[in-house]
């Protein structure tokens, strides 16, 4: 197997373990778009917020690893309105902000992801109107304009124009489920419908959809939904339950300007505090520094005992967290990455950054 398949095998088994999928590496190496759907932060699935409330109202959830491309033209690389698709990214506050205005439309959830998995901002909310029908509102960087609506094209059985909140959006009917795409400054935004009986019942509530300030937005979400201002001390109550090392950037924990769960951002912390520690090990293991693999050593293995992990609902993400402290604790590589220096390895395996001093 080779490095690029390590990865992608690695990958592929935390995400798919996380959502009770089976993964197919033949099919992520085949030609054609992969389409990303978790993030190295946690491994934190951006469709988890809708895929929740669509379980529940609808009794199903689809996950969608890889679109297959199908035979069908893209005329040009720019938006609907004609501008290009420009690489850049809008901090959270700088992200335009939509609301369903139509009677009986509310946020049931709602996530968003600073870090640059995906070449800059991405965030998703989903909303219910008590009955079964799901609108699921996606943001992505401008970039991949491209290559949704490449792929929903290939997926579509009609594709039309609309207008969103007075932007030209282009239309797409999956056969029952109905999305619109569009561009908008530094952001690509997808309109979702699930379970509506047709396109003009989807249509009429589209046409409701508005844009409005960050204020009203963050007015509109969910109690259980953390606003930029309250992370700050999810994020300090965390960390005070933690080894933390040293240098460790708590201020770019705090500050990123978007809002999660408590849940989420406590999982944040903890992949940033262990990440560091591994870090440290591959640094000093390459330095010759046995003080600070010791510390390292000694700080992940008590990762067993750390209250976020023991109480974490996600067993998958624990089990590859402990599998790197119990490996380290022992001094051996992981035998799931045998073409890899062994801290390589272990950075890997969590989705931590990879450092060329990890020869160790």
């Known amino acids: 197997m080779s490095e690029l398949e390590d990865q992608l095998t690695s990958l592929l088994v935390r995400n798919a373990d996380a959502v009770e999928v089976v993964p197919d590496i033949d099919a992520v190496l085949a030609p054609g778009p992969v389409i990303p759907r978790a993030s190295g932060r946690g491994w934190k699935v951006l469709v988890a917020g809708a895929a929740a409330v669509a379980c529940v109202v609808a009794g199903a959830v689809a996950l969608v690893v890889r679109v297959p491309r199908g035979d069908v033209d893209v005329e040009s690389s720019t938006g609907p309105s004609g501008r290009a698709a420009e690489v850049g990214g809008a901090d959270a506050g700088a992200v335009p902000r939509f609301l369903v205005t139509a009677p009986g439309w509310q946020i049931m959830e709602a996530q968003e992801d600073s870090s640059e998995d995906y070449g800059g901002y991405t965030g998703e909310m989903a909303l219910n109107d008590g009955s079964d029908r799901v609108i699921s509102l996606n943001w992505y960087p401008a970039a991949r304009y491209d290559t949704y609506i490449d792929d929903r094209q290939a997926a579509a059985e009609a594709t039309s124009h609309t207008t969103v909140a007075?932007?030209?959006?282009?239309?797409?009917?999956?056969?029952?489920?109905?999305?619109?795409?569009?561009?908008?400054?530094?952001?690509?935004?997808?309109?979702?419908?699930?379970?509506?009986?047709?396109?003009?019942?989807?249509?009429?509530?589209?046409?409701?959809?508005?844009?409005?300030?960050?204020?009203?937005?963050?007015?509109?979400?969910?109690?259980?939904?953390?606003?930029?201002?309250?992370?700050?001390?999810?994020?300090?109550?965390?960390?005070?339950?933690?080894?933390?090392?040293?240098?460790?950037?708590?201020?770019?924990?705090?500050?990123?300007?978007?809002?999660?769960?408590?849940?989420?951002?406590?999982?944040?912390?903890?992949?940033?505090?262990?990440?560091?520690?591994?870090?440290?090990?591959?640094?000093?293991?390459?330095?010759?520094?046995?003080?600070?693999?010791?510390?390292?050593?000694?700080?992940?293995?008590?990762?067993?005992?750390?209250?976020?992990?023991?109480?974490a609902e996600n067993g998958t993400w624990t089990h590859f967290i402990w599998e790197v402290a119990d490996a380290m604790g022992a001094g051996v590589p992981l035998d799931q990455y045998p073409s890899l220096p062994q801290g390589t390895g272990y950075q890997r395996h969590l989705g931590c950054p990879e450092s060329a001093a990890g020869q160790g």
């Open 166 to 311: 007075g932007h030209d959006a282009v239309l797409f009917d999956e056969g029952g489920t109905f999305s619109a795409w569009w561009l908008e400054g530094d952001n690509t935004f997808g309109l979702r419908g699930n379970s509506f009986a047709s396109v003009d019942e989807y249509l009429a509530v589209v046409a409701t959809v508005r844009e409005v300030d960050q204020a009203t937005w963050l007015d509109a979400l969910p109690a259980g939904i953390l606003r930029p201002d309250d992370r700050p001390a999810v994020v300090e109550a965390t960390l005070a339950d933690l080894p933390v090392p040293d240098g460790l950037d708590v201020a770019a924990l705090e500050h990123t300007g978007t809002v999660d769960t408590a849940h989420v951002v406590e999982q944040e912390v903890a992949n940033a505090v262990i990440c560091a520690w591994v870090q440290q090990w591959v640094d000093g293991t390459a330095a010759g520094d046995a003080a600070a693999v010791d510390e390292a050593t000694r700080a992940m293995t008590s990762s067993h005992e750390w209250r976020v992990l023991v109480e």
